[in-house]
């Protein structure tokens, strides 16, 4: 049964990006390219993903950040042919080649096409937190994976900007890899 999973890195104080929007501290990490079996955990984790879903700001930052635009084919050696879905309120350039969807507005029609898209496979909410959040809201997250890396900011965009409290979080997994470490935990819906 596929899953819709929030995958993503995080500071030991809970940010995914700083102040500015930057994922810049992320790529001072060793985050261990390989598992002890010499495969690329990310790799394998994306290989389980039929369609993603993330917001603008993050749209925007992997556009500049990779100059895809510019540079398009690396929208394709990251993603393949993977369709995604861009939340945004303001007009967004596309990138040329990408199967991608611009949308805005309630979670759960958006979430029941990228269902459909994936098939058997996951739906990968890469971020932000609130839109990670707002698929918690409608019930539709289930599992939440966060590479813990040694950093602190300070402040920025927080992990998840909602109260869920433990007797819905049941911790599934922890792995070492490189500097950071991985904690995987099994979401339930939250009751209305």
Known sequence: ???TQYYTATTIDG???????SLDWLFAVDEGREDEAGANPFA???AGVGAFVMGATTYEWILDHESLLT???KWQEYYGDVPSWVFTHRDLPPIPGADLRFVQGDVRPVH???TAAAGEKNIWVTGGGELAGAFDDAGLLDEVILGVAPATLGAGAPVL???IMPSR????????????AYLTYAVTPPTS
Do not use: C, W
Not at 15 to 21: E, L, R
Not at 169 to 180: A, D, P
């Open 71 to 73: 540079r398009p084919e």
């Open 112 to 114: 029941a096409a990228m």
């Open 169 to 180: 979080l049941t911790l599934t997994g922890v792995e070492k890899r490189g500097q950071f």
């Open 44 to 46: 394998t984790f994306f």
């Open 161 to 163: 900007p909602r109260r």
């Open 1 to 3: 049964m596929s899953k």
């Open 15 to 21: 940010y995914i990006a700083d102040p500015h929007n």
